[in-house]
């Protein structure tokens, strides 16, 4: 079963487009952590939110926490080639466990 | 400070065989999680340790089995491997706790050993 659902898939877009990536769920979350993945990598991670609400900029990135701490989303202004990649959104329930659920992933392809 | 060292990087098995793959975690960090990505079913998470005790486990069966040392250090073992293991194995490590506290969950992650099954 997969909790966090992320919307688009994929996204092919130019240089310079803007673009907001989403991530769901009907579960409510103690944090949302937002990674990239590069291929034959690990997940870096991007930011943290734990508010509802919250919102963080992160360059020209932006990452929002929904009000209810069950959705974020990420927008990203002036894309560029560099920020091709997998986007993974992971909730955490927090206290005594570090396990994360991830979500479904976004594939995104900045073409020059 | 160094990050999350994983070893082997590259891992290739047959069937029936058994296999383990070792995580070094970032210096100070005590919890070591491990995951398992595919692309039909994403990051799935397989278990987590903290201070050389499994603190949660998903559903994965009884062929996965890990273990933590008091260095922090874990490493994870399939038995009986079956081609479905075919993956990139993911290490986290995190702080986990701060001042006593628990803290918020935020994982760093090694560059993953891809295993596959023959």
């Known amino acids: 079963t997969q909790l966090l659902e992320q919307s688009p898939q994929f996204l092919s877009i130019q240089e310079g487009e803007n673009l907001t990536v989403y991530c769901n769920s009907s579960?409510?979350?103690?944090?949302l952590q937002w990674y990239r993945q590069e291929p034959g990598e690990g997940p870096v991670l991007l930011v943290t939110v734990v508010t509802g609400g919250e919102v963080k900029k992160l360059k020209r990135l932006t990452f929002q926490f929904g009000d209810a701490r069950k959705d974020s989303s990420l927008h990203i202004t002036a894309a560029q080639p560099g920020d091709t990649g997998l986007y993974l959104c992971?909730?955490?329930?927090?206290?005594?466990?570090?396990?994360?659920?991830f979500g479904t992933g976004t594939l995104l392809a900045v073409q020059p | 400070k160094a990050g999350v060292t994983q070893t082997p990087r590259y891992l290739i098995k047959t069937r029936g065989q058994q296999v383990t793959l070792s995580c070094s975690p970032i210096s100070g960090h005590r919890s070591v999680s491990w995951y398992q990505q595919t692309p039909g079913q994403g990051l799935q998470f397989l278990f987590e340790y903290f201070s050389e005790t499994q603190r949660n486990k998903g559903n994965f069966p009884g062929r996965f089995s890990g273990r933590q040392f008091s260095n922090s250090r874990s490493e994870m073992n399939v038995s009986t491997l079956e081609l479905g293991d075919s993956a990139l194995y993911l290490c986290?490590?995190?702080?986990?706790?701060?001042?006593?506290?628990?803290?918020?969950?935020?994982?760093?992650f090694g560059p993953g050993t891809r295993l596959t099954v023959l």
């Open positions: 992971a909730g955490g329930r927090g206290g005594a466990t570090n396990k994360l659920i």
């Open positions: 579960s409510v979350f103690s944090s």
């Open positions: 986290a490590s995190s702080l986990a706790k701060a001042s006593g506290r628990w803290v918020n969950n935020e994982q760093f």
